[in-house]
């Protein structure tokens, strides 16, 4: 069972930058995909971005690519978000998840394992 708690979230202003950390226990979390989903209100549980177990290959969401990095680092059992030049439209409860699929890491239903999820509030 792999527990993982995110950190980070917090009230920024558009434009600016946030980096989300995830922290994870109870698993071994190289043999884990990692991923970050975020939900805003009323609104579906989306993908934004995701990395394979070494790190090697990352993905992202289209609304983010180019403005968020996904990393990870094995050594401490933690799966990083940095995020820059936030919109409004970035606000949203941000979770970080673990995934045993192999191939493809992009949906929901491919993640095994989630957080609680952090707040991300980004004003204009």
């Known amino acids: 069972q792999v527990q993982l708690v995110e950190s980070g979230g917090s009230l920024v202003q558009a434009g600016g930058s946030l980096r989300l950390s995830c922290a994870a226990s109870?698993?071994?979390?190289?043999?884990?995909?990692m991923g970050w989903f975020r939900q805003a209100p009323g609104k579906e549980r989306e993908f934004v971005a995701a990395i394979s177990r070494s790190g090697g290959s990352t993905y992202y969401a289209d609304s983010v690519k180019g403005r968020f990095t996904i990393s990870r680092d094995n050594a401490k059992n933690t799966v990083y978000l940095q995020m820059s030049s936030l919109k409004p439209e970035d606000t949203a409860v941000y979770y970080c998840a673990a995934s045993q699929a192999l191939l493809s890491f992009t949906t929901r239903n491919q993640y095994n394992y989630w957080g609680q999820g952090t707040q991300v509030t980004v004003s204009s």
């Open positions: 109870g698993g071994t979390f190289s043999r884990y995909a």
